[in-house]
């Protein structure tokens, strides 16, 4: 890793290229995703063989730049979305192992430019997971966004009605 540029360089044998071209962007978005959850990694770049990888060998996914949160993570595209004209926003459902151990999953989607990026993750988060990639919904869809705030010192807060829980109940914290 070069600490001063905080980028993590992973270097593969040309055995890496033993791999579907439909997984390429999986791959991508695992490793990014995996580093990156390093608070001393911003940014990936991928070698092979002592060479940086300008693309992906298999299927030719672009590396021109350095890899980071903006790669997005499991893509979520419908037929109307213009990437030009669109900013990502991650949004995490939930899922369940066979035994009952639940995890979340993260999910980008895109929303149209000049969004407010916080709005708008709420609003995808209450549109739910697609029907059929086995994730659930992290609230309910009655769930209505109130408005965001956010503070000079940089805090955000997000009101929404959500009919999951009882009126005026309160939830201890940890």
């Given at each position: 890793?070069k600490?001063?540029?905080k980028?993590?360089?992973?270097?593969?044998?040309?055995?890496?290229?033993?791999?579907?071209?439909?997984d390429?962007?999986?791959?991508?978005?695992?490793l990014?995703?995996?580093?990156?959850?390093?608070?001393?990694?911003?940014?990936?770049?991928?070698?092979?063989?002592?060479a940086?990888?300008?693309?992906?060998?298999v299927?030719?996914?672009?590396?021109?730049?350095?890899?980071n949160r903006?790669l997005?993570?499991?893509?979520?595209?419908?037929?109307?979305t213009?990437?030009?004209?669109?900013?990502?926003v991650?949004?995490?459902?939930?899922?369940?192992?066979?035994d009952?151990?639940?995890?979340?999953?993260?999910?980008?989607r895109?929303v149209?430019?000049?969004?407010d990026?916080?709005?708008?993750?709420?609003?995808?988060?209450?549109?739910?997971?697609?029907?059929?990639?086995?994730?659930?919904?992290a609230?309910?869809?009655n769930?209505?966004?109130?408005?965001?705030?956010?503070?000079?010192?940089?805090?955000?807060?997000?009101?929404?009605?959500?009919?999951?829980?009882?009126?005026?109940r309160?939830?201890?914290?940890?």
């Amino acid at each position: 890793m070069k600490s001063d540029e905080k980028l993590a360089v992973v270097e593969f044998s040309k055995e890496f290229a033993n791999y579907p071209a439909a997984d390429e962007r999986k791959i991508v978005e695992a490793l990014t995703w995996t580093l990156i959850d390093n608070p001393e990694i911003e940014n990936v770049q991928l070698w092979m063989d002592g060479a940086k990888l300008n693309e992906m060998p298999v299927g030719g996914m672009p590396l021109d730049r350095p890899l980071n949160r903006s790669l997005g993570i499991n893509l979520q595209l419908d037929n109307e979305t213009n990437l030009s004209q669109s900013n990502p926003v991650t949004v995490f459902f939930s899922a369940a192992t066979e035994d009952g151990t639940a995890y979340f999953v993260p999910v980008t989607r895109f929303v149209p430019y000049g969004s407010d990026l916080v709005a708008a993750a709420v609003d995808e988060l209450i549109k739910g997971p697609m029907k059929g990639d086995g994730l659930e919904n992290a609230v309910t869809q009655n769930t209505v966004l109130d408005g965001v705030e956010r503070s000079d010192n940089g805090v955000v807060t997000v009101s929404i009605e959500d009919d999951m829980f009882d009126p005026g109940r309160s939830f201890p914290r940890k």
